[in-house]
């Protein structure tokens, strides 16, 4: 007969029924919290960061086959990426340069040549750059050539190549071979273009011819004065 509370009745409940030691209760009791926190954990969204506003090219300088570049500084931006182009359909990319400052000179170009430049903001997130819209489009140049001129009074082949680079870059031509020469004064009344190409309009209109400065700049044609001397009109590229 088998009494409740004997000896072998304990041994068999102590067997059947381990029981953890206390160093174990107070480890699975100190992990539970952390378990069902990681368990029910909900990732943060990522913060998208916005894109910077477009600069605006305020100064440029042409230099010995290269063009000095200034622009507006953006709020924000890690530095600024520019690019210039062959003409004004900004379809070719000639150059492109990046410039932590708001100054830039970008060099390897030709001489007595144009091109449109534009520049773009950027923030950096993650190793990326993010770029923001670009600024409007400038036309600049490169240094002439001293031999722009010549020697004497007649337009040089280096006069034509200037004219036919500031034609193409513009996406202009020449109405007709009119070729003036070059004045005491030091300006050339060259080709006359199409008014209408240069300025929008939807019907032809009186072309005009271009005055050529001996430091490359390039005037609309305003006329002759009494002295038979032509008259600059709109500064077209300083």
Request: proline share 5%; charged share 20%; with cysteine.
């Amino acid at each position: 007969m088998i009494v409740s509370g004997s000896p072998e009745i304990q041994a068999t409940s102590s067997q059947s029924t381990p029981m953890l030691s206390r160093r174990a209760f107070m480890g699975v009791m100190l992990a539970a919290p952390f378990a069902l926190g990681a368990a029910m954990s909900v990732p943060e969204p990522a913060l998208a960061i916005s894109k910077p506003r477009a600069p605006r090219i305020t100064a440029w300088s042409p230099k010995v086959k290269a063009v000095a570049l200034r622009w507006t500084k953006v709020s924000g931006a890690k530095g600024y990426q520019v690019r210039l182009y062959s003409s004004a359909t900004l379809k070719k990319v000639v150059k492109t340069k990046l410039s932590t400052r708001t100054t830039c000179t970008v060099s390897g170009l030709k001489t007595g040549s144009f091109y449109y430049a534009r520049v773009r903001a950027y923030k950096v997130k993650n190793g990326k750059r993010i770029y923001g819209a670009w600024s409007p489009k400038v036309l600049v140049r490169t240094k002439v050539a001293k031999s722009l001129f010549g020697s004497g009074s007649s337009i040089t082949k280096a006069t034509r190549t200037y004219l036919a680079r500031y034609l193409r870059a513009r996406n202009l031509s020449t109405v007709h071979g009119h070729e003036g020469s070059v004045t005491k004064g030091g300006l050339a009344c060259v080709s006359c273009v199409d008014q209408r190409m240069l300025e929008g309009y939807s019907s032809y209109t009186k072309p005009f011819g271009l005055i050529i400065e001996r430091d490359g700049s390039i005037y609309k044609d305003a006329g002759y004065s009494n002295g038979a001397l032509p008259r600059k009109g709109k500064l077209l590229i300083k």
